[in-house]
């Protein structure tokens, strides 16, 4: 059974910090790694990672991959108040249309 | 383009009771899934479709039915609820045509409340 573990659970942080976010994954024929994030709504899309070693930036967020380690790290530079949200991780493997996902990091900027 | 599409947004249902929840998309995709989310469990995955006339299970499929009639439409159907299925669901679309094709779009969201 495919599986996927973020970490932590969740994080508190000031505006202006650095926060890492983590996920592991354990999915049979890995495809994609895929960050999301929800803010009380539905999911929306921020990055799929599918080459090992290869960052994906937008703006302050970047994520990268390491397909020997089986992990992937979502950074945040300089957080904001609006980047408070769940960041949930998905793994595709041997199906298409169907992703796994962790428990998702519950993360919270103060001001 | 709508995207995808969810109705009805809220919904209570009495123990035993069933209903269907819609889920429409219109962006041609092939793939369509169905998604409850509860807290501290992430989305977990109920049935999913890779085209008409095509379904499968997932990691929770139980008491829940599916069918794909068509590429736009893929109903959720709850044969008789239980309070262990008040939820948040979620129904996603994505296409092997693109060059993302695991990149699911996802609807607003149905809260589902079963007493």
Same mark, same amino acid.
């Given at each position: 059974?495919?599986?996927?573990?973020?970490?932590?659970?969740?994080?508190?942080?000031?505006?202006?910090? %650095?926060?890492?976010?983590?996920?592991?994954?354990?999915?049979?024929?890995?495809?994609?790694?895929?960050?999301?994030?929800?803010?009380?709504?539905?999911?929306?899309?921020?990055?799929? /990672?599918?080459?090992?070693?290869?960052?994906?930036?937008?703006?302050? $967020?970047?994520?990268?991959?390491?397909?020997?380690? $089986?992990?992937?790290?979502?950074?945040?530079?300089?957080?904001?108040?609006?980047?408070?949200?769940?960041? /949930?991780?998905? *793994? *595709?493997?041997?199906?298409? *249309?169907?992703?796994?996902? *962790?428990?998702?990091?519950? +993360?919270?900027?103060?001001? | 383009?709508?995207?995808?599409?969810?109705?009805?947004?809220?919904?209570?249902?009495?123990?035993?009771?069933?209903?269907?929840?819609?889920?429409?998309?219109?962006?041609?995709?092939?793939?369509?899934?169905?998604?409850?989310?509860?807290?501290?469990?992430?989305?977990? $995955?109920?049935?999913?479709?890779?085209?008409?006339?095509?379904?499968?299970?997932?990691?929770?499929?139980?008491?829940?039915?599916?069918?794909?009639? %068509?590429?736009?439409?893929?109903?959720?159907? +709850?044969?008789?609820?239980?309070?262990?299925?008040?939820?948040?669901?979620?129904?996603?679309?994505?296409?092997?045509?693109?060059?993302?094709?695991?990149?699911?779009?996802?609807?607003?969201? %149905?809260?589902?409340?079963?007493?």
């Amino acid at each position: 059974e495919d599986k996927v573990v973020q970490s932590p659970l969740s994080l508190v942080v000031h505006e202006g910090d %650095t926060v890492t976010l983590n996920c592991s994954y354990e999915v049979t024929n890995f495809r994609s790694l895929l960050w999301y994030k929800q803010e009380k709504k539905a999911p929306t899309f921020l990055f799929m /990672l599918t080459s090992s070693g290869i960052e994906k930036k937008s703006g302050r $967020l970047s994520s990268i991959l390491d397909k020997k380690e $089986l992990f992937s790290i979502l950074n945040i530079t300089a957080t904001q108040t609006g980047d408070s949200a769940v960041y /949930l991780c998905a *793994g *595709g493997g041997t199906s298409y *249309g169907k992703l796994t996902f *962790g428990q998702g990091t519950i +993360l919270t900027v103060h001001p | 383009n709508a995207g995808v599409t969810q109705t009805p947004k809220f919904q209570v249902l009495k123990t035993g009771q069933s209903m269907t929840l819609q889920c429409a998309q219109d962006m041609n995709h092939e793939y369509m899934s169905w998604y409850r989310q509860d807290p501290g469990m992430g989305l977990r $995955l109920i049935h999913y479709s890779v085209g008409a006339g095509i379904t499968d299970q997932g990691e929770v499929p139980n008491g829940y039915n599916v069918s794909r009639s %068509t590429t736009e439409d893929f109903p959720l159907r +709850l044969l008789s609820a239980a309070p262990s299925q008040t939820s948040v669901y979620f129904c996603a679309s994505s296409s092997v045509r693109l060059a993302s094709t695991d990149t699911q779009y996802f609807g607003p969201g %149905t809260r589902l409340t079963v007493l």
